[in-house]
């Protein structure tokens, strides 16, 4: 059986001295190797099968360089741009030196708070939460008072880098609306329309109550939490039904926003049936910017949340450990057909 590979292997590999290979594989302040030589000795641990002894450091009091970025497997196997922030984090954080753990939350606050201490135990310093966990306060202190660093996507932590949904709602929402007046609906899946879609819309409708609006321009399909199979193949039968069952009390609608992609998927396998043409007869908006949509043969408007734009700076906060409350822009592409042609032009909106 082989050894493990030691930093002097990596040293003579790069050409370096091992306190040079030590010294970046700490990420220690006292680097000033460049970029290059950075880049060439953690790629060459990469390649040698370098493993650190996180053991050996925790009891030395030593850091250990890891991270935990922690999301709902549910949403990640749901929601296009969480699983793809993930992953660019996981980028990010081995660029700058640092093993990432993966776990999941679930819906037990205690199992979230035993994931955490486990990882706490483990060394973990960093922590990043993918939205907010049931018990996500306690989650919170917990961390803290081990120590350790959380940051979020949710506004729901002290620590946080989020995206401004109102913003990117009332641009789809004013497009929308200036292009169809009132023939227009909101398909949403929880008990009432989500706080920020629904900020939006009362910025396009500041004379109607809360009761006006709801009544007038949304509709509550069946909500994700009663999925039991497969989500995608959910969100499009439901997104199919509740288009259906709405053109049925309001046929003279012109242009529908769905609370997410894979709900405007099935409503727009609805249209199509129903011999409507997208982009045309209907315009169409979802939220996320998933591949179905970015590559549909026809025009549907969407958001988003340019994770692969924001995933560095997210990674660089993270490691500060400083507060940090962020809000980040999205982009808004409004797509829809050139004029006398079937070609989709695109109005991208930041």
């Known amino acids: 059986m082989s050894r493990p590979c030691s930093l002097k292997d990596i040293a003579q590999e790069c050409g370096v001295s091992v306190s040079t290979v030590s010294q970046i594989l700490k990420n220690s302040p006292r680097?000033?190797?460049?970029?290059?030589?950075?880049?060439?000795?953690?790629?060459?641990?990469?390649?040698?099968?370098?493993?650190?002894?996180?053991?050996?450091?925790?009891?030395?009091?030593?850091?250990?360089?890891?991270?935990?970025?922690?999301?709902?497997?549910?949403?990640?196997?749901?929601?296009?741009h969480v699983s793809k922030l993930v992953i660019e984090l996981m980028s990010c954080f081995?660029?700058?030196?640092?093993?990432?753990?993966?776990?999941?939350?679930?819906?037990?606050?205690?199992?979230?708070?035993?994931?955490?201490?486990?990882?706490?135990?483990?060394?973990?310093?960093c922590f990043v939460a993918v939205g907010a966990?049931?018990?996500?306060?306690?989650?919170?202190?917990?961390?803290?008072e081990q120590g350790g660093y959380l940051i979020s996507t949710s506004r729901e932590f002290k620590n946080y880098i989020a995206v401004d949904i109102t913003q990117a709602s009332?641009?789809?929402?004013?497009?929308?609306?200036?292009?169809?007046?009132?023939?227009?609906?909101?398909?949403?899946?929880?008990?009432?329309?989500?706080?920020?879609?629904?900020?939006?819309?009362?910025?396009?409708?500041?004379?109607l109550t809360a009761e006006e609006i709801c009544c007038r321009y949304t509709h509550k399909c069946r909500s994700y939490?009663?999925?039991?199979?497969?989500?995608?193949?959910?969100?499009?039968?439901?997104?199919?039904?509740?288009?259906e069952e709405v053109y049925r009390v309001k046929p003279e609608l012109k242009a529908l926003f769905y609370e997410n992609d894979s709900y405007a998927l099935g409503g727009i396998a609805y249209l199509i049936q129903a011999g409507k043409q997208i982009g045309r007869d209907v315009l169409v908006a979802g939220?996320?910017?998933?591949?179905?949509?970015?590559?549909?043969?026809?025009?549907?408007?969407?958001?988003?949340?340019?994770?692969?734009?924001?995933?560095?700076?997210?990674?660089?906060?993270?490691?500060?450990?400083?507060?940090?409350r962020m809000i980040l822009e999205m982009s808004v592409h409004l797509r829809e057909y050139i004029p006398g042609t079937n070609?989709?032009?695109?109005?991208?909106?930041t």
């Not at 609306?177 to 819309?201: G, I, M, N, S, T």
């Open 94 to 125: 081995d660029h700058h030196g640092y093993a990432s753990y993966f776990n999941t939350f679930v819906y037990d606050a205690q199992e979230n708070l035993n994931k955490v201490r486990d990882l706490l135990a483990r060394g973990v310093e």
């Open 170 to 207: 009332c641009r789809i929402i004013r497009y929308l609306h200036e292009k169809v007046r009132d023939d227009f609906c909101f398909f949403y899946f929880c008990d009432f329309p989500p706080p920020a879609r629904f900020a939006a819309l009362k910025k396009e409708f500041p004379t």
């Open 287 to 324: 939220y996320n910017n998933d591949s179905a949509i970015r590559n549909a043969p026809y025009p549907v408007s969407s958001v988003d949340h340019d994770w692969e734009r924001h995933a560095p700076l997210f990674a660089e906060k993270a490691l500060k450990n400083e507060p940090c």
């Open 343 to 349: 070609r989709i032009h695109e109005i991208q909106s």
């Open 133 to 144: 966990p049931v018990g996500h306060k306690e989650l919170e202190r917990e961390i803290e």
């Open 225 to 243: 939490k009663e999925c039991r199979d497969n989500y995608p193949d959910f969100a499009f039968r439901e997104g199919y039904a509740a288009t």
């Open 31 to 80: 680097d000033y190797s460049s970029e290059q030589t950075r880049a060439k000795v953690r790629e060459t641990a990469r390649k040698l099968g370098y493993r650190r002894n996180y053991g050996y450091r925790l009891m030395r009091g030593q850091k250990t360089m890891t991270v935990a970025i922690m999301a709902s497997m549910e949403h990640m196997r749901s929601e296009e």
